[in-house]
């Protein structure tokens, strides 16, 4: 295994520590095992207000499909990056609603 996937991991003290490959799939966990933190943000966004969705645990395709949802479920654009999803424009009250409808546990957190 070269250093570069190894995700900069250099040891670890658990004995059946197995470094996470590329491409490996994650299995998303239950609705209800979930905990999401729905955030409002403006910072190096020119002034624009988006709502980020973070905490979400499971494969990327999951994630993709709740943000599909959500952007559907608010009648606006989003995006997919680094594993959390942004809504354009503030609608956390109504995110929150539409994910506990759902069965996720979730929570206001920041701005």
């Known amino acids: 295994m070269n250093k570069k996937s190894r995700n ?3 040891y670890s003290t658990k004995p059946d520590f197995q470094y996470e490959q590329e491409g ?5 966990l239950p609705a209800a095992q979930q905990q999401l933190y729905v955030w409002i943000d403006s910072k190096g966004r020119k002034g ?3 709502s980020l969705v973070r905490g979400f ?12 949802e ?7 654009g ?3 990056k680094n594993g959390e999803i942004i809504i354009q424009g ?3 009250e109504k995110i929150l609603r539409f994910l506990s ?3 996720y546990k979730v929570k206001k957190a920041g701005g």
Do not use: M, P, W
């Not at 645990?57 to 599909?68: P, Y």
């Open 24 to 28: 490996q799939v994650r299995e998303s």
């Open 90 to 92: 503030e609608f956390r």
């Open 70 to 76: 959500l952007k559907a479920h608010c009648s606006t």
């Open 101 to 103: 409808g759902k069965g």
């Open 8 to 10: 900069g991991i250099v």
């Open 78 to 80: 989003g995006t997919v």
């Open 48 to 50: 624009k207000t988006v």
């Open 57 to 68: 645990i499971g494969a990327d395709k999951d994630l993709e499909v709740l943000a599909r």
